[in-house]
């Protein structure tokens, strides 16, 4: 067996010990633990040793199953505080760190990207890197301008094979659609395989991130409230960019104090409901890892891999639908979700009963201010998860359009980063300005 497909088998066995590991430990342990059948179970010591394993094996993988981490770091709000607390850490480290690249690797992946005289392109250049991303891990240097003057650079550098192993690990993970079609069997998994698949093969092109990077420097340019680093140099796995100094927002969500919190809030409610309008994209990786305040109090944003392009701007629907739900008027509601492809099956559906499933998912836009909390996004995630509520078995009648699909998952990643920051802000009125066919409550 050569080195590739010894690899190859490894990364999949490992991947594929995950949910086995997981599942002996729910139904031994976590299972009883939520359901109250026995509070003692599960002793700290097992579950610090899980957080550890699935941090090693996820930082191992990279790519996808790395990805899958970063979302699972996120959505840790909405678990119970007692299971939560001792993967948190863990999980948080997925948004900073990973495994590194041997600088020798490193230099190989810059010759064949910026050139054999690569190292005259940069005033100076740190093997270390600073940080790692799912698909690649980021150096800090000195970029050479074409006055010769120096800028301080970001240089994100692709794992070598990191397109490879991302499109495998998808299909690993492809295979929970079963799982999903059991738990939500008006959901058509194939389309939105299909066209997660097309997205993230989008976040292998490093040119591709630059053109998306560009447009949102652009937009942003002198904004007061966002910043968004210049792009220097640009090759298909080597993408160069401005440095950005700044308090992670990891940092904020674990030390901020309530009014840093609050406006860490604000600013990413505001980046994500404007980008549409303003550069006719959506940044769809809302995890902490990819946010900095910087001292200035602006947002900086560094990772443009993962967008939603959408040229005139946010679909008028969603707007109009959330508020139609705030006023009330189920069989409008009704209408526009299965115009949309939301209500796809041809049973009739209780329009009373579909605006009661959606209606407290909407209380942050009920009123003036809103105070997202771990406690709010935990009785939401079991009043939408508890097989025995009337909202888990109505969700099961629901499908996630395919074009929906990254609004989606930019909508529930904020709302998880929300809730971690305990952010308090105005905003339905974020919604107002920004989001298409939004109308207040009259």
Known sequence: MTDIPRRAVSRTAKLAALPLGFAGRTVLGMGKRVTGLASDVISAEIQQRTAEQLFSVLGQLKGGAMKFGQALSVFEAALPEEIAAPYRQALTKLQEAA??????????????QLGPAWRERFVT???????????????RAVWRMPDGTGRDAAVKIQYPGAGDALLGDLKQLSRLGGMFRAIQPGLDIKPLLAELRERIAEEL?????????????????????IFVPAVFSASPRVLVTEWVEGRP???????????????????????????PARAGLLHADPHPGNFRILADGRLGVIDFGAVARMPEGTPEPIGRIAGLA????AEEVMAGLRA??????????????????????????????????????????????????????????LNLPPSYLLIHRVTLGSIGVLCQL???????GILERWLPGFAPVS
């Open 326 to 329: 705030l006023r009330g008027d």
């Open 249 to 275: 927002l990891a940092e904020i969500i674990r030390e901020g104090s309530e009014p840093e919190r609050d406006e860490a809030g604000r600013l990413m409610a505001t980046l994500h409901l404007s980008a």
């Open 205 to 225: 092109d490093y040119e591709l991130e630059a053109e998306s990077q560009r447009a949102f420097a652009a937009a942003y340019a002198d904004d007061p409230e």
């Open 422 to 428: 305990e952010a308090k802000a105005p905003y339905r």
């Open 125 to 139: 250049f740190d093997d270390t890197p600073a940080a790692a991303a799912s698909i690649g891990q980021v150096h």
């Open 340 to 397: 949309e492809g939301f209500v796809a099956t041809a049973e009739p559906v209780d329009a009373q009963a579909l605006l009661d499933f959606l209606r407290p998912m909407l209380d942050p836009i009920a009123a003036d201010e809103f105070r997202f909390s771990r406690a709010w996004l935990r009785a939401e995630a079991t009043r939408l998860a508890s097989p025995r509520s009337p909202a888990y078995q109505f969700s099961r009648q």
């Open 99 to 112: 495994p590194p690249l041997p600088a020798a690797s490193v230099h190989k992946v810059l010759a064949e």
